[in-house]
C-alpha cells in the first residue's frame, strides 16, 4: 500500500538532511587531510536541492496551512464535491507529524466548526464535518432536528435546494454556537441515527467530540460511528481556494474565495 503523504514528507526530509549533512562532513574531513576537491555525486546535488523545499512543504503542511479535495456530497450544501479547501493546522493544537502529539496547546473545537480529522475507524482517512457537541453535551437528532442538552438547535425553513447536486432536497438555515449555515433534509429521511436517537440521544465522552455533516440525511457520522477523539483532530477549515464542478466538467469560478463558516 503506499505511504501516507506526511509519512512520505517526513522521510524524504530525512534522507535529504542526512545526505546534506554526511557530505558536508565528507567534504570537510578532506579539507583537513588536504585531498584534493572532488565534485559530488548527483544523488549529493539533488538532495542539497531539494532539502529546502521539501522542508518548507513540511513546516507548512503540519503546522499552518494543508488543503484538501472534498470527494462526497455529504457536506452539501456548505462544501461540494469537487470543493479544493484550506484547513488551519494550528486551530487545535500544534502536532507532531506522524506521531500526532500535541507540540503547543492553542485551542479546541467549538460548537459549529468545520473540522477536519481523522476517521475513527480507518485513521487513514480524513473526514470533515460539523462540530455540534463538546465533550459533556447530550446530542439528540430527532425527525431532522437537532437538540443540545435539551434544547433545541434554532432552524429556519428556507426551500428547496435548486441544485443538481442534491434534487428534491430542501434547505434549512441552523443556528448553533453563534454560527448560522446551511444543511439540507431529504424526503426519505436520514440513514442512522444509532449515537444520537431520540429520548435519551447521546452524552458525548470527555475529550471526544460529537461531528454531523450538514447534508443531514445523506451524511455518514457521529450519529452511525460515534464521537471523535481529540488525538484525531487535523485541523478546521476555513477557505475554498478551487472548485470543480463535476456536473459540468469545469471551473466553479463563484465558489472561488469564499470563506467557510
Not at 29 to 34: D, E, L
Not at 63 to 71: G, L, Q
Not at 231 to 243: E, T, Y
Request: charged letters at 25%; one cysteine or more; aromatic letters at 12%.
Amino acid at each position: 500500500m503506499f505511504p501516507d503523504f506526511e509519512v512520505l514528507l517526513v522521510a524524504l526530509t530525512l534522507v535529504t538532511a542526512v545526505t546534506v549533512v554526511w557530505a558536508q562532513v565528507q567534504r570537510r574531513r578532506r579539507q583537513k587531510a588536504g585531498e584534493p576537491a572532488t565534485r559530488e555525486n548527483w544523488w549529493v546535488d539533488l538532495c542539497r536541492s531539494l532539502f529546502p523545499v521539501i522542508l518548507v512543504v513540511l513546516v507548512i503542511r503540519s503546522f499552518i496551512v494543508e488543503p484538501f479535495r472534498i470527494p462526497s456530497g455529504s457536506m452539501i450544501p456548505t462544501l461540494l464535491a469537487g470543493d479544493f479547501i484550506l484547513v488551519n493546522k494550528f486551530s487545535y493544537d500544534v502536532r507532531l507529524p506522524v506521531l500526532n502529539s500535541t507540540l503547543i496547546p492553542t485551542g479546541e473545537p467549538e460548537r459549529g466548526d468545520l473540522a477536519v480529522f481523522k476517521y475513527p475507524e480507518d485513521p487513514g482517512q480524513d473526514f470533515i464535518k460539523r462540530i455540534v457537541g463538546l465533550p459533556g453535551d447530550n446530542v439528540v437528532y430527532d425527525n431532522g432536528t437537532l437538540y443540545i442538552n435539551g434544547e433545541r438547535v434554532e432552524q429556519t425553513e428556507l426551500g428547496p435546494y435548486d441544485q443538481p447536486q442534491a434534487p428534491r432536497a430542501y434547505v434549512i438555515e441552523e443556528h448553533l454556537g453563534g454560527r448560522e449555515y446551511r444543511t439540507l433534509r431529504h424526503p426519505r429521511g436520514t440513514w442512522c441515527t444509532d449515537y444520537a436517537a431520540p429520548p435519551d440521544g447521546y452524552t458525548v465522552p470527555e475529550n471526544h467530540y460529537f461531528a454531523m455533516g450538514d447534508n443531514r440525511d445523506r451524511s455518514s457520522d457521529s450519529r452511525c460511528w460515534g464521537p471523535v477523539s481529540e488525538d484525531l483532530l487535523v485541523g478546521r477549515a476555513f477557505l475554498i481556494w478551487m472548485s470543480w464542478d463535476t456536473h459540468e466538467n469545469r471551473v466553479n469560478w463563484s465558489r472561488i474565495g469564499d470563506v467557510l463558516n
